[in-house]
């Protein structure tokens, strides 16, 4: 990665005090003079270890800066299922919810695409065919089954349902591109696919067949993200990560109005309460938009591997945030269900 200003301000300072020290002549007859340039050699020396010091300790505060970024990302983007929950208790629906949802993030990704695409060629047809796509089956579809989904299953089973997304990229890639799976992926995704399977039968026992609707949106959430996942390696490289973020989920959000526009009188969104667009503010905003930025931040300082290391703290913290704001009841099976999956996910991580 470049070296940000945090690095840099020291190095600069320790070079500017070299040169000054190499410049400066003492005057003659002094004691430094009568050292000569041996001496002088020996005291420039001694700055390389100050520089290196500076530096290292610059790269240990970027480390921890990109960390702490990566951490508040991932318990962002976990309290989306919970703000979903909450709206749900005052009696709106998925089409309603996901559209206010989007028309307040839409002009903030507007203008993240813009600001990405500063400088950078138009898009081709091929481009804009790609995002299009990109933005349907990645951000539209997912977030519409996801949003669909959580009427009938607690965040806690939502989010480990979502967190198997890293095994469903790794098995689209065996169907479809026909890569290669070894034997110690395999191992990662019966892990964590049993971890989902405990927590699933446990909310199946107390809640009913409803659950197992809610899990099939969830997955097939889960599983159109993938996809989006999966293509958008090709895409990634000719737009910018940060600008096809912007474009495709803007395309999403046109979508998610119309589909509103189409299925809903316009009106009806007026009558809400007002804590049902507050909450889709705080969705937009905080748990959208701000993510995005923060963990793509993280990403520049500490690299995808450590970021996606650091979000394995999501699953930890819809559980945390289900228990303690929407009372959701944390059991044993729950408990064991997350270790697995994100075992599984870790053990994925490893595999190179």
């Known amino acids: 990665m470049p070296a940000g200003p945090d690095t840099a301000a020291p190095l600069a300072a320790a070079a500017a005090a070299g040169a000054a020290a190499g410049d400066a002549q003492p ?60 709206a749900y208790r005052y009696g709106v629906d998925a089409v309603t919810l996901i559209m206010l949802r989007m028309l307040f993030a839409l002009p903030l990704f507007v203008l993240l695409a813009w600001w990405a695409g500063r ?61 290669r799976v070894a034997r110690l992926q395999l191992l990662a995704l019966a892990i964590s696919y049993v971890g989902v399977a405990l927590v699933f039968a446990q909310e199946v026992r107390l809640e009913g067949a409803d659950v197992a609707l809610g899990s099939a949106l969830v997955f097939a959430s889960t599983l159109s993200y993938a996809l989006y996942l999966l293509y958008s390696g ?16 803007s395309v999403a959000c046109v979508l998610c109005i119309a589909q509103y526009l189409l299925l809903r009188p316009w009106a009806s969104a007026l009558q809400l309460a007002p804590a049902v667009w507050w909450l889709s503010v705080l969705n937009a905003t905080a748990c959208t938009f701000a993510p995005v930025l923060l963990v793509m931040m993280a990403i520049e300082r500490i690299g995808a591997t450590a970021a996606s290391q650091a979000g394995m703290i999501g699953p930890l913290a819809t559980i945390a945030m289900g228990v303690l704001i929407l009372g959701e009841p944390l059991t044993g099976w729950v408990v064991a269900g997350t270790v697995l999956v994100l075992a599984g996910v870790a053990v994925l991580g490893r595999v190179r």
């Open 234 to 249: 090709e895409v990634v490289p000719r737009l910018g990560a940060l600008r096809l973020t912007g474009l495709a989920t």
């Open 27 to 86: 005057p003659a007859g002094s004691a430094a003079a009568g050292r000569g340039p041996c001496t002088a050699a020996a005291a420039a020396s001694g700055l390389a270890p100050q520089a290196a010091a500076a530096a290292a300790a610059a790269a240990a505060k970027r480390r921890w800066r990109g960390l702490l970024l990566a951490l508040i990302g991932a318990v962002a983007f976990s309290g989306k299922a919970i703000i979903v929950k909450l």
């Open 119 to 179: 400088g950078r060629p138009p898009l081709t047809r091929r481009d804009r065919l790609a995002v299009g796509l990109l933005g349907f089956c990645g951000y539209y579809l997912a977030s519409f089954l996801d949003f669909a989904g959580l009427q009938y299953v607690s965040a806690s089973l939502e989010r480990l349902i979502q967190y198997l997304g890293p095994t469903l990229v790794l098995l689209l890639g065996r169907v479809l591109l026909g890569r």
